[in-house]
């Protein structure tokens, strides 16, 4: 086959995932350019420098963390997060802590687009020109780069029609420009938990709310030790294992890209699950009062400078007892 048909081949399936994608007319023109220079692939941004993306992705119907934490809580739902490591990878592109596995890009995908009844997609609130300016400069710059220089490929990801929910809702603290409210965003988010049976399930070195007071105000508390590195290899034990645990159990996720397809599998089968990142690392920083990304003794920070891969023993014993499962790779 020649490069030509293989040229054609793949602008048939791009108009066919474009179309799929139920683009409104209002937005559909701009497609019309990725179109055009869709065999100029690899010189698409040049090509394409006066997309109005602002336009298509300020359309974008994005609930504000405050708002998902409400529809959590109130109704008991079950969140999937993509951030830019979840999004990336679905672009083939491993993180420090997660390899490119196909099987993982092919479920992230499938969750990314699910319709799931309890479940919540979660998706980067600075998609929206209106939550941007909640951020630090530094941040702020960062989205504006990342969605400009990935936009074509965005376009074919996201859905324009779709609510979605805000993935931003457990890092609440490092990147916000107005640090003020956190003590009151804290508060609700501990209403997840409140009197509640949780089982958390991380990364073996993760160790959420160990030396802190995050999950004071849950009933009890459980735990399942995962791999830190490409957790998804054990994808099957993982899920094998929670099955052991009574469904009345809150599950909170930390597991990197791996919590967004857990927490997709596991509100399928009956149990409310939360993805909730670095909810404890936020918790760390906003406690030391720090305005730079930094190292936590004995806790695993692969976001920040300094040795990442140097961990004592935990003294509390009770962390000991909440650990029910271990599993390696």
């Not at 504000?64 to 997060?81: A, D, G, P, Y």
């Not at 990878?89 to 420090?96: K, M, R």
């Not at 936009?151 to 931003?168: C, E, G, Q, R, V």
């Amino acid at each position: 086959m020649n490069k030509y048909k293989i040229k054609n081949i793949k602008l048939i399936c791009f108009l066919i995932l474009l179309l799929s994608l139920k683009i409104s007319k209002k937005y559909y023109i701009f497609f019309k350019c990725c179109i055009k220079y869709f065999q100029y692939y690899h010189y698409l941004d040049k090509k394409c420098l006066s997309c109005p993306k602002e336009v298509i992705f300020n359309g974008l119907n994005i609930l504000s963390s405050e708002e998902t934490l409400n529809e959590i809580i109130k109704k008991n739902r079950s969140i999937s997060r993509f951030n830019d490591g979840e999004i990336g990878l679905i672009f083939g592109n491993g993180i420090g802590f997660q390899e490119a596995n196909k099987l993982l890009i092919k479920k992230l995908r499938k969750v990314l687009r699910s319709k799931r009844k309890g479940l919540l997609i979660g998706i980067n609130i600075p998609y929206n020109n209106r939550y941007l300016n909640i951020y630090n400069s530094k941040t702020k710059q960062f989205y504006i780069n990342w969605i400009e220089r990935l936009k074509f490929k965005l376009f074919t990801l996201i859905d324009l029609n779709k609510k979605y929910y805000s993935s931003m809702i457990s890092r609440f603290y490092i990147e916000m420009e107005d640090k003020s409210k956190i003590s009151f965003y804290i508060k609700k988010l501990k209403q997840l938990w409140d009197k509640r049976d949780i089982l958390i399930i991380e990364g073996e070195k993760s160790r959420l709310g160990v030396g802190n007071d995050l999950f004071n105000n849950a009933k009890s508390i459980k735990r399942i030790l995962c791999p830190p590195i490409n957790a998804f290899n054990v994808y099957e034990k993982i899920i094998s294992q929670t099955k052991k645990i009574d469904k009345s159990n809150l599950i909170l996720l930390a597991l990197g890209p791996t919590s967004s397809a857990l927490a997709y599998d596991l509100c399928k089968i009956g149990y409310q699950a939360i993805d909730v990142g670095h909810i404890d690392i936020e918790y760390e920083w906003f406690l030391r009062n720090t305005t730079k990304k930094i190292q936590i003794e004995n806790k695993y920070v692969n976001e920040a400078y300094g040795n990442k891969y140097k961990f004592g023993k935990v003294k509390d014993k009770k962390y000991y007892k909440e650990i029910i499962c271990h599993i390696n790779n």
